[in-house]
């Protein structure tokens, strides 16, 4: 394989901090990620969101950012971009993904009414939830068995999504949403023909159907790489398709469209478009900006145009699956097969000790932070649980990969701290939680260790020897 298309131009430093440190910091954090500063982390997986490299031609374009109120240059641009790649007609900008998302609930959602979608997104299913909305799972099953190897963990049961819409009712569905790279299941694609199978549903029961769009380009690529047929096509082209068979998508671009900040809806339905742009000047700003500044928007539409270059793309997801390789030689139990932005370790069975209402991925997350400095994510019951009912899904870690920040070298840097966390895996303890926030709860909830956190056999390179010159 290639190595990527882009060298690096500009760098930052950073450094591991001393082991003392770690720990001291990870108690100062309530054992929450999230609530780790910055300075204290060495390699950060926490997310590719907002956290990728911008291209020069994407800093050349920023100083074309025009800051007009309305009528901004800069968004025509942004809407041009949109319509070359994606091919709807009406664009709404956002400040970032859940910005659009919120609109989107409040234009489609009448109280009581449902949402069904593959699995959920954390912000997705909140904001259709604050709309009156109750979220439904239609995913297949295999999105909740991380050692099932089906090529397409994204797709939804069309069946169970068709027993759905006529027991309730047409009235009764806001909308469907399906969701590209489905991150809660491991970062998993759905494919053209599931794909086409609900827009075909979605069109004969007359429901809204739209995507979340968010790593939409790396969900091309997998289609692809594995669906017969597509292997000729391009990515540019598959994209185009995508879009095509849903009513619209809402974005988060600070993932697939390298930018800090920014997101959007984006729509065929001109009542729907209307009623965004009439709620966006409430909640986000004028609809030729919607929270973001010009610059911003010269960004992203120039992002918007290198999401769909597949070397970009292939160099990505090859990030993800070459940590993943590494990871599954080493032994250590992840999520199969390696989906598009990360790398997903399964805590249930890394910490079979530690049982789910004791928040395993969790406090397996902070194990590898006190271990190494590298910065993960819990994507488990913390951010799973809804309400009052168990949750019995997916327990996962999350070691996300930025866009175009991180070398080889990093990565065999990450593989070496999970193995030292797995060999001393049967000493990681379970957690309580001590402070738990009423929405979205896992971004700022604390804890605290059931019994003392292990220290880890740190393998920091003690003070080089000095050896005698000559
Ligand atoms: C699939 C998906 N949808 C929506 C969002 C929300 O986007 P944002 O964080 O830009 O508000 C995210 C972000 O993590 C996401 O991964």
Redesign the pocket.
């Known amino acids: 394989m290639l190595p990527p298309p882009y060298k690096i131009k500009v760098v930052e430093p950073i450094a591991l901090a001393p082991a003392q440190r770690r720990r001291r910091a990870i108690i100062e954090a309530g054992f929450n990620t999230f609530l780790l500063h910055a300075d204290d982390v060495f390699v950060d997986l926490l997310?590719d969101?907002g956290t990728g490299a911008l291209s020069q031609e994407q800093r050349a374009a920023m100083e074309l950012g025009d800051e007009s109120y309305a009528g901004s240059r800069s968004f025509f641009r942004l809407e041009q971009a949109m319509r070359d790649v994606y091919g709807w007609r009406h664009l709404v900008p956002t400040h970032?993904?859940?910005?659009a998302?919120h609109l989107l609930s409040r234009a489609l959602v009448r109280p009581g009414q449902l949402v069904p979608s593959n699995l959920y997104?954390t912000?997705?299913r909140e904001h259709a939830e604050l709309a009156g909305a109750v979220w439904v799972d239609v995913s297949i099953p295999e999105a909740s068995d991380p050692e099932s190897r089906h090529p397409f963990k994204g797709n939804i049961d069309v069946g169970k999504l068709r027993r759905l819409i006529v027991d309730a009712g047409r009235e009764q569905i806001a909308f469907v949403r399906q969701?590209a790279c489905l991150?809660m299941a491991g970062g998993q694609p759905f494919s053209l023909e599931n794909l086409r199978a609900v827009r075909a549903l979605t069109r004969e029961l007359d429901v809204p159907f739209f995507l979340?769009g968010?790593?939409a380009s790396e969900n091309a690529l997998f289609v692809k790489e594995r669906e017969p047929g597509n292997e000729h096509r391009t990515v540019a082209e598959i994209l185009r398709e995508i879009a095509s068979l849903a009513d619209g998508a809402?974005f988060?671009s600070?993932?697939d469209h390298f930018v800090p900040i920014g997101?959007f809806a984006a729509t065929d339905l001109e009542g729907v478009a209307r009623r965004m742009r009439e709620l966006v000047v409430v909640y986000e700003g004028f609809p030729h900006y919607g929270g973001m500044a010009g610059h911003d928007m010269e960004a992203l539409a120039q992002g918007i145009r290198e999401a769909a270059d597949e070397e970009t793309v292939r160099a990505y997801v090859g990030q993800a699956r070459y940590l993943g390789a590494r990871l599954e030689e080493l032994g250590i139990p992840i999520v199969v097969p390696v989906g598009a932005h990360a790398v997903f370790l399964d805590a249930k069975r890394f910490l079979p000790q530690v049982p789910q209402a004791q928040f395993p991925a969790q406090a397996l997350a902070a194990a590898i932070y006190v271990a190494g400095g590298v910065r993960t994510m819990e994507r488990g019951i913390v951010s799973g649980q809804h309400g009052t009912d168990p949750y019995h899904g997916l327990e996962l870690v999350r070691l996300t990969i930025p866009r175009r920040v991180y070398t080889r070298e990093h990565l065999d840097y990450v593989a070496e701290v999970v193995e030292r966390v797995h060999a001393q895996r049967e000493d990681v303890p379970g957690l309580e939680m001590i402070y738990e926030p009423k929405e979205l709860r896992f971004f700022q909830a604390r804890f605290e260790p059931l019994q003392p956190f292990p220290a880890f056999e740190l393998s920091e390179s003690p003070e080089p020897e000095l050896v005698p010159a000559g």
């Open positions: 997310t969101s970032q993904g859940r910005g998302e997104f912000t997705s969701e991150n979340d968010t790593r809402v988060s600070k993932k997101g």
